[in-house]
C-alpha cells in the first residue's frame, strides 16, 4: 500500500525467508515482463564464441540505449517503434543442393511457439552472411525470399514471395531480406514452423545452388551463422499499483 | 425552496505533481511542522545482486533516484504507479535495511532496455517504459 511513514528503526525489520525472496524475484521478473526466469541451456565451451544473433543483438541494445540521436537511420527508426526485438537462432537448414536437378533452394524453419503473445510484430528480417563467390565470377545474381506455406508430398510446396534482393557474386557482408509479409500467418499458425525459402538465380534465369554464390549457411562460423530478428511492439501493458 | 445548486468542486486533474510548489531540496531540512522532508538519492538495482548476470547480457543494472523520508506527494497520490516504484518497494522487502520503500510520486521517467538470453538460447531485446525515475515530485 502506500508508502505511510517508515517504522522507527527499533521496529525490527524482518529479513524475508528464501521461499519469499523467490516470491519476491517472480515479481520483479514480472515487473520486467517475464513470465519466470528463463534459464538458457549452458552453451558448451566451444559454443561460447560469440555467435551472430548475440552480436547483432548488442548492437541494437546500445542503439536503443543511445536512441535519443536525431539523425536515426532506418535501422533506429524501426528500433524507435519496438518494446520487443527477438533474434531466432534455433532453425532447421534443408538444401535442395548439387545433386539435384534445378531448382536449387535452401530451406529455414524456425519454431514459431517462441514467439511472445499479445505482441504486434512491426518488422521481420532474414539475415544471412555472403562471401564473394569463386564460381561465378562478375555475375550478377538475384536472391528472392519465399514463406513456404503448404507443402505437398506428390509436388511443389505452395510459396509466398517476401523478397527480392539483387548483388554481385563477388559482394561481401550480411545480406538481409525483409519477411514482415511472413508475420500476417504467424499469429494464425503458432503451432506449425515458419519455413522460409531462399532461391538464387543469374540474369538470364538459371538457378544458383546458394552455397556456390557465397551464402552461408548453418556450417558457417557462429559469428556467420544465419538468423531471423523481429521488433514487435507490445500491447499497452495494465498500470499496475504498488502491492 | 430550491436549493442553490451545489457548487461542484473543480475536478483535480490526475497530473503528477509540479515540483515548483513543493519546499525544494535547499530549503531547510526540517519542514514547518519540524518533520523531516524527504530527500533524493539514487538507487542502483544490481542484476548482478540479484543473481541474474547468467542470462542478462546487458546492461549490469540500471540506476534511478527515490526518495527517503517523509514526502509530500506520496506514491499513491499519483494513479500509475510506475514499474520502478514497484521495483524499489519489492527490492525494500528484500533489503530493507539498504533500500527504503517507493514513497514518491515521479514527474520524469526514462525507458530501460535490457538483453537476455530465453530459456531457448534465443537473444531477445526489451525496452522497459517508465523503468527508470529521473525527477521525483518533492524536489
Same mark, same amino acid.
Given at each position: 500500500?502506500?508508502?505511510?511513514?517508515?517504522?522507527?528503526?527499533?521496529?525490527?525489520?524482518?529479513?524475508l525467508?528464501a521461499?519469499?525472496?523467490?516470491?519476491?524475484?517472480?515479481?520483479?521478473?514480472?515487473?520486467?515482463g517475464?513470465?519466470?526466469?528463463?534459464?538458457?541451456?549452458?552453451?558448451?565451451?566451444?559454443?561460447?564464441?560469440?555467435?551472430?544473433?548475440? /552480436?547483432?543483438?548488442?548492437? /541494437?541494445?546500445?542503439?536503443?540505449?543511445?536512441?535519443?540521436?536525431?539523425?536515426?537511420?532506418?535501422?533506429?527508426?524501426?528500433?524507435?517503434?519496438?518494446?520487443?526485438?527477438?533474434?531466432?537462432?534455433?532453425?532447421?537448414?534443408?538444401?535442395?543442393?548439387?545433386?539435384?536437378?534445378?531448382?536449387?533452394?535452401?530451406?529455414?524453419?524456425?519454431?514459431?511457439?517462441?514467439?511472445?503473445a499479445?505482441?504486434?510484430?512491426?518488422?521481420?528480417?532474414?539475415?544471412?552472411?555472403?562471401?564473394?563467390?569463386?564460381?561465378?565470377?562478375?555475375?550478377?545474381?538475384?536472391?528472392?525470399?519465399?514463406?513456404?506455406?503448404?507443402?505437398?508430398?506428390?509436388?511443389?510446396?505452395?510459396?509466398?514471395?517476401?523478397?527480392?534482393?539483387?548483388?554481385?557474386?563477388?559482394?561481401?557482408?550480411?545480406?538481409?531480406?525483409?519477411?514482415?509479409?511472413?508475420?500476417d500467418?504467424w /499469429?494464425?499458425?503458432?503451432?506449425?514452423?515458419?519455413?522460409?525459402?531462399?532461391?538464387?538465380?543469374?540474369?538470364?534465369?538459371?538457378?544458383?545452388?546458394?552455397?556456390?554464390?557465397?551464402?552461408?549457411?548453418?556450417?558457417?562460423?557462429?559469428?556467420?551463422?544465419?538468423?531471423?530478428?523481429?521488433?514487435?511492439?507490445?500491447?499497452?501493458s495494465?498500470?499496475?499499483?504498488?502491492? | 425552496?430550491?436549493?442553490?445548486?451545489?457548487?461542484?468542486?473543480?475536478?483535480?486533474?490526475?497530473?503528477?505533481?509540479?515540483?515548483?510548489?513543493?519546499?525544494?531540496?535547499?530549503?531547510?531540512?526540517?519542514?514547518?511542522?519540524?518533520?523531516?522532508?524527504?530527500?533524493?538519492?539514487?538507487?542502483?538495482?544490481?542484476?548482478?545482486?540479484?543473481?541474474?548476470?547468467?542470462?542478462?547480457?546487458?546492461?549490469?543494472g540500471?540506476?534511478?533516484?527515490?526518495?527517503?523520508?517523509?514526502c509530500?506527494?506520496?506514491?499513491?497520490?499519483?494513479?500509475?504507479?510506475?514499474?520502478?516504484?514497484? /521495483?524499489?518497494?519489492?527490492?525494500?522487502?528484500?533489503?530493507?535495511?539498504?533500500?527504503?520503500?517507493?514513497?514518491?510520486?515521479?514527474?520524469?521517467?526514462?525507458?530501460?532496455s535490457?538483453?537476455?538470453?530465453?530459456?531457448?538460447?534465443?537473444?531477445?531485446?526489451?525496452?522497459?517504459?517508465?523503468?527508470?525515475?529521473?525527477?521525483?515530485?518533492?524536489?
Amino acid at each position: 500500500g502506500g508508502p505511510g511513514p517508515r517504522p522507527p528503526p527499533s521496529c525490527p525489520q524482518r529479513l524475508l525467508g528464501a521461499r519469499e525472496r523467490r516470491d519476491m524475484q517472480r515479481e520483479i521478473l514480472a515487473v520486467l515482463g517475464l513470465p519466470g526466469r528463463p534459464r538458457p541451456r549452458a552453451p558448451p565451451a566451444a559454443a561460447r564464441l560469440p555467435a551472430s544473433a548475440p /552480436l547483432f543483438m548488442l548492437d /541494437l541494445y546500445h542503439a536503443m540505449a543511445g536512441d535519443d540521436d536525431e539523425d536515426a537511420g532506418p535501422l533506429e527508426r524501426r528500433l524507435g517503434r519496438a518494446d520487443l526485438v527477438m533474434s531466432f537462432v534455433n532453425m532447421v537448414e534443408r538444401d535442395r543442393a548439387l545433386d539435384h536437378q534445378e531448382p536449387h533452394w535452401k530451406e529455414f524453419h524456425f519454431d514459431l511457439t517462441q514467439i511472445p503473445a499479445g505482441e504486434a510484430v512491426t518488422a521481420a528480417e532474414f539475415r544471412i552472411y555472403k562471401e564473394p563467390s569463386i564460381h561465378l565470377l562478375n555475375m550478377t545474381l538475384h536472391v528472392s525470399m519465399f514463406e513456404v506455406v503448404q507443402e505437398h508430398s506428390n509436388r511443389e510446396s505452395d510459396l509466398f514471395f517476401l523478397d527480392l534482393q539483387t548483388l554481385r557474386a563477388g559482394d561481401e557482408g550480411w545480406l538481409v531480406l525483409d519477411v514482415t509479409a511472413a508475420s500476417d500467418r504467424w /499469429l494464425l499458425n503458432r503451432n506449425k514452423d515458419l519455413g522460409l525459402r531462399l532461391c538464387v538465380e543469374t540474369e538470364d534465369g538459371h538457378s544458383v545452388d546458394p552455397g556456390l554464390a557465397g551464402l552461408l549457411g548453418r556450417q558457417a562460423p557462429r559469428s556467420r551463422q544465419p538468423f531471423m530478428v523481429t521488433f514487435f511492439r507490445a500491447s499497452p501493458s495494465p498500470t499496475r499499483v504498488p502491492r | 425552496a430550491v436549493r442553490p445548486p451545489k457548487r461542484r468542486q473543480p475536478k483535480k486533474p490526475n497530473e503528477l505533481p509540479h515540483p515548483n510548489k513543493l519546499p525544494g531540496i535547499f530549503d531547510d531540512s526540517h519542514g514547518s511542522r519540524g518533520r523531516q522532508l524527504c530527500r533524493r538519492h539514487e538507487l542502483y538495482v544490481s542484476f548482478q545482486d540479484l543473481g541474474w548476470l547468467d542470462w542478462v547480457i546487458a546492461p549490469q543494472g540500471y540506476s534511478a533516484y527515490y526518495c527517503d523520508g517523509e514526502c509530500s506527494f506520496p506514491l499513491d497520490s499519483c494513479m500509475n504507479a510506475t514499474n520502478h516504484a514497484i /521495483l524499489q518497494s519489492l527490492v525494500h522487502l528484500m533489503k530493507p535495511d539498504t533500500v527504503p520503500k517507493a514513497c514518491c510520486a515521479p514527474t520524469k521517467l526514462s525507458a530501460t532496455s535490457v538483453l537476455y538470453y530465453d530459456s531457448s538460447n534465443n537473444v531477445i531485446l526489451r525496452k522497459h517504459r517508465n523503468m527508470v525515475v529521473k525527477a521525483c515530485g518533492c524536489h
